[in-house]
């Protein structure tokens, strides 16, 4: 079976239909802050994910689902277990690729290809450098019950990847919520994280 790209990191199941308010600057910089010091403090993170893609090639959206664990600074398993099985595990530097029970470690040219979108899910987890106004236009709002970001890259290498990104975060606990990647071709992967358990110090 094809295994599908690596797509992270992260609306799940269509994004919120509620009025999303824009922030000031002001208002942006302290939930900036807020998110990347909860994130910053952040041991340990699992969860369940659901993903859905869509695509012109695709008669109807690809579910998948799985699980995430991250470990601070640098350690990550992302694992889809329905429909197939199929894992990257990150220890910083080092991307592993395990095919149906069979690691395989990435080097060169396809350690670069996944290293991308590892960083943007460690990112969303750690809060570093996920905002970083160098690679992304940043425009925050607010629906009531979460922050949204919606992310615009400006480096060229993210533009061949992606034409937008929209991070959502649940205002209760200030984690990750949903993540939608919006390819460079138009296809549109969005990723709904469930069951998250967190730990701090």
């Given at each position: 079976?094809?295994?599908?790209?690596?797509?992270?990191?992260?609306?799940?199941?269509?994004?919120?239909?509620?009025?999303q308010?824009p922030?000031?600057?002001?208002q942006?910089q302290?939930v900036?802050?807020?998110?990347?010091?909860?994130?910053?403090s952040?041991?340990?993170?699992r969860?369940?994910f659901?993903?859905?893609?869509t695509?012109?090639?695709?008669a109807e959206p690809s579910?998948a689902?799985?699980t995430?664990?991250?470990?601070?600074?640098?350690?990550l398993?992302?694992?889809?277990?329905?429909?197939?099985s199929?894992?990257?595990?990150v220890?910083?530097?080092?991307i592993?690729?395990i095919?149906?029970?069979?690691?395989?470690?990435?080097e060169?040219n396809?350690?670069?290809?996944?290293?991308?979108m590892?960083?943007l899910i460690?990112?969303?987890?750690?809060?570093?450098?996920?905002?970083?106004t160098?690679?992304f236009d940043?425009?925050?709002?607010?629906?009531g019950?979460h922050?949204?970001?919606?992310?615009?890259?400006?480096?060229?290498?993210?533009?061949?990847?992606?034409?937008?990104?929209?991070?959502?975060?649940?205002k209760a606990?200030?984690?990750?919520?949903?993540?939608?990647?919006v390819?460079?071709g138009?296809?549109?992967?969005s990723?709904?994280f469930?069951?998250?358990?967190?730990?701090?110090?």
């Amino acid at each position: 079976m094809r295994r599908p790209l690596f797509i992270l990191i992260l609306a799940f199941m269509g994004l919120t239909a509620k009025a999303q308010t824009p922030l000031s600057v002001a208002q942006s910089q302290e939930v900036i802050q807020q998110l990347t010091d909860k994130a910053a403090s952040m041991q340990t993170m699992r969860c369940r994910f659901v993903q859905e893609k869509t695509s012109a090639m695709l008669a109807e959206p690809s579910v998948a689902e799985g699980t995430m664990e991250y470990i601070a600074p640098n350690r990550l398993r992302w694992e889809y277990t329905e429909p197939y099985s199929f894992a990257l595990v990150v220890e910083g530097e080092r991307i592993t690729k395990i095919t149906d029970g069979q690691p395989e470690v990435l080097e060169g040219n396809s350690s670069r290809m996944y290293q991308g979108m590892v960083d943007l899910i460690i990112g969303s987890a750690s809060g570093r450098n996920l905002f970083d106004t160098s690679v992304f236009d940043v425009v925050l709002t607010d629906d009531g019950l979460h922050w949204k970001a919606k992310m615009t890259p400006k480096r060229r290498d993210m533009k061949r990847m992606f034409k937008k990104l929209v991070f959502c975060f649940d205002k209760a606990t200030s984690t990750i919520h949903l993540v939608q990647f919006v390819e460079a071709g138009g296809d549109v992967t969005s990723i709904r994280f469930e069951e998250i358990e967190v730990s701090m110090p």
